[in-house]
């Protein structure tokens, strides 16, 4: 790809300038050996007994996947003005392990974790929606940060999320189909395809907002995460290792988070991967119309490299 190509999403009215730039990918930032961590509020000995919800492991006394209360909540479920519940997954006890270096197995138990947490905060009265995510800030920024992720219940549908919802249903009116069932079969076989087995297909979409943006699709239609087979939580586990270990290589923060049914409705879970190497600045802020520097055809060379 030479030129510059305005491109839209598949379904939603999302539109992304894909704008190859000739400047190199950046490259991974080398940075002296992290100092001494003196406090870190996520490493086992730092942990308040009474922040913690639930833990998962396979030794006695420690934990491989912890659970706590997030320590400065926005939102907590006695204020009746800011009403919602966040928590945190502590991803290992181990200060300086990432996501992408732990065991397929921990990764599942990371995944199962999610899981349990989006089961039991979607059941609170008055919880319209659960999201699951991960804020990495890569290695570039000031401090690394003890890998975790978190688990918000938010007493509202958030806008995004119900315009989403509602492209998603016009296109199941229109079409008799499932926009996500039919990514996976638009895309089967083109060079946006970055990994597959039987259970998921990881794709970077054509109108991908981010550069090195990923969709990860269970090929299975169904509504939530908790529905997901052994298999699919399997393939899950190992599609994010591949994908985070390359990532990883450039060095560039990321969030990814998990699309679920919210109201019991239709839908086709899904986890989305936006790494954000760059800032957003006035275009994108002014008009939700996005530079990316990044041809989805490149990035997904890039991961299956
Ligand atoms: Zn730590
Ligand atoms: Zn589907």
Redesign the pocket.
């Given at each position: 790809m030479e030129k510059s190509e305005i491109r839209k999403d598949y379904f939603q009215e999302k539109y992304v300038i894909v704008a190859p730039k000739r400047a190199k990918r950046p490259h991974k930032v080398l940075i002296k050996e992290e100092d001494q961590v003196t406090l870190c509020h996520f490493c086992p000995d730092q942990i308040e007994k009474e922040s913690i919800i639930s833990k998962t492991s396979s030794h006695e006394n420690g934990w491989d996947v912890l659970v706590i209360n997030n320590k400065f909540p926005a939102l907590i479920e006695d204020n009746p003005r800011a009403f919602g519940k966040q928590e945190v997954v502590i991803e290992t006890p181990e200060h300086n392990k990432e996501i992408h270096e732990l065991s397929i197995e921990h990764i599942e138990k990371i995944i199962d974790t999610y899981i349990d947490r989006f089961d039991t905060l979607s059941k609170i009265k008055g919880v319209r929606y659960v999201i699951v995510f991960k804020n990495e800030g890569g290695k570039a920024g000031a401090s690394i940060a003890h890998a975790h992720s978190q688990v918000v219940a938010l007493p509202l549908l958030p806008p995004d999320i119900k315009e989403e919802y509602q492209s998603y249903g016009n296109y199941q009116v229109e079409n008799g189909t499932?926009?996500?069932?039919d990514v996976i079969k638009k895309e089967t076989g083109k060079s946006r395809v970055i990994w597959e087995n039987e259970h998921f297909f990881v794709v970077s979409p054509f109108a991908s907002q981010f550069p090195y943006g990923a969709w990860f699709l269970p090929k299975r239609?169904f509504k939530t995460m908790n529905e997901m087979t052994v298999g699919e939580k399997k393939s899950l586990a190992t599609a994010l290792k591949v994908l985070l270990a390359k990532l990883d290589q450039i060095d560039t923060a990321y969030n990814y988070f998990f699309h679920n049914s919210a109201n019991g409705e239709d839908y086709?879970m899904h986890l989305k991967l936006e790494p954000r190497p760059n800032i957003w600045a006035g275009l994108e802020l002014g008009t939700g119309v996005v530079i990316n520097p990044v041809p989805p055809e490149d990035a997904a060379k890039f991961y299956r490299q």
């Open positions: 499932c926009p996500y069932c239609h086709h």
